[in-house]
C-alpha cells in the first residue's frame, strides 16, 4: 500500500509569490492534515479536510488556505510569501478523522522563500 | 492556549543506555497524546496513550500516561544508534477544535 504522497519534495520562491503544495493521502484514508514544521516553533498544525470540507484550523494567518478533492487528494496555498514562512510542511492522512485515529504523515515540501 | 512541553530538549547517551523522555501537557479538551519517531525525514508513529497508567511497550520502547498530572513518559531501554532521532509528543484536543498539539520534541543521540 504506497504511502502518503507530497509534491514538490523542494521548492524555491520569492517573497510576494505564491505556492501550492499537494498532498496524496492514503488509499482509502479520507482526513488529510497539515502542519508548519520550522527549528523555532517546531510542528504547528495548519488545517485538517475531511470530506471536503474543512474540519479544523489552527492559529494561522488567511494567507495560508487549502482544499480537499472528491478522492481525498488535499492542496494547500499560501499567497503572499514572507521569509517566515521558509519551513517544512507535512501533510499527513488518517482513515477518518485525525482526532480519533493514527496519521501517517508524507515526506514533506521543503519550501524556502527568498 | 493548549501546550506541550518536552524536556530534555536534547540527551547524548551511548548505546545499552537506558533513556527516559518526558512529556508534560496543559489543553482544555485531552482526547489522547501520541509519541513519534522522526528521523530525517517524515514522523513515524509510535504510541497513542487515552487511558492512564496503562503501559504501552513495543520492543525496547515502553510509553505511560498519568492523566492527573498531565504527563507522560516514554522510555527506551539498551538504546542502539538507530534510536537516534527526534522524539515528538503530541496531544489530540476533542470537542469544538480538534487539533494536535505538538511538543518541540526531544533529540536523542546515541553514541557507539
Known amino acids: 500500500k504506497a504511502g502518503v504522497t507530497q509534491t514538490p519534495r523542494y521548492l524555491i520562491k520569492t517573497r510576494g509569490q505564491q505556492v501550492t503544495l499537494s498532498c496524496s493521502p492514503i488509499?482509502?484514508?479520507?482526513?488529510v492534515s497539515w502542519y508548519q514544521q520550522t527549528p523555532g516553533q517546531g510542528l504547528q498544525f495548519l488545517f485538517e479536510?475531511?470530506?471536503?470540507?474543512?474540519?479544523n484550523k489552527g492559529n494561522f494567518p488567511g494567507r495560508f488556505s487549502g482544499r480537499q478533492f472528491s478522492n481525498s487528494r488535499s492542496e494547500m496555498n499560501v499567497s503572499t510569501l514572507e521569509l517566515g514562512d521558509s519551513a517544512l510542511y507535512l501533510c499527513?492522512?488518517?482513515?477518518?478523522?485525525?482526532?480519533?485515529?493514527?496519521?501517517?504523515f508524507g515526506p514533506g515540501t521543503r519550501l524556502t522563500v527568498l | 492556549e493548549d501546550k506541550v512541553v518536552q524536556s530534555p530538549l536534547s540527551l547524548v547517551v551511548h548505546e545499552g543506555d537506558t533513556v527516559t523522555l518526558n512529556c508534560s501537557y496543559e489543553?482544555?479538551?485531552?482526547?489522547?497524546l501520541l509519541w513519534y519517531k522522526q528521523e530525517k525525514k517524515a514522523p513515524t508513529f509510535l504510541f497513542m496513550l487515552t487511558s492512564s497508567g496503562i503501559e504501552k511497550k513495543s520492543g525496547r520502547l515502553s510509553s505511560i500516561l498519568d492523566k492527573k498530572e498531565l504527563f507522560s513518559i516514554l522510555n527506551i531501554t539498551a538504546t542502539q544508534t538507530g534510536d537516534s532521532a527526534v522524539y515528538l509528543c503530541?496531544?489530540?484536543?476533542?470537542?469544538?477544535?480538534?487539533?494536535?498539539?505538538f511538543g518541540k520534541g526531544t533529540k536523542l543521540t546515541v553514541n557507539p
Open positions: 503530541a496531544v489530540q484536543t476533542q470537542g469544538g477544535s480538534e487539533k494536535l498539539v
Open positions: 499527513a492522512s488518517s482513515l477518518a478523522l485525525a482526532g480519533e485515529n493514527e496519521q501517517f
Open positions: 488509499s482509502g484514508h479520507r482526513s
Open positions: 489543553v482544555t479538551n485531552f482526547r489522547s
Open positions: 479536510y475531511f470530506s471536503e470540507t474543512q474540519r
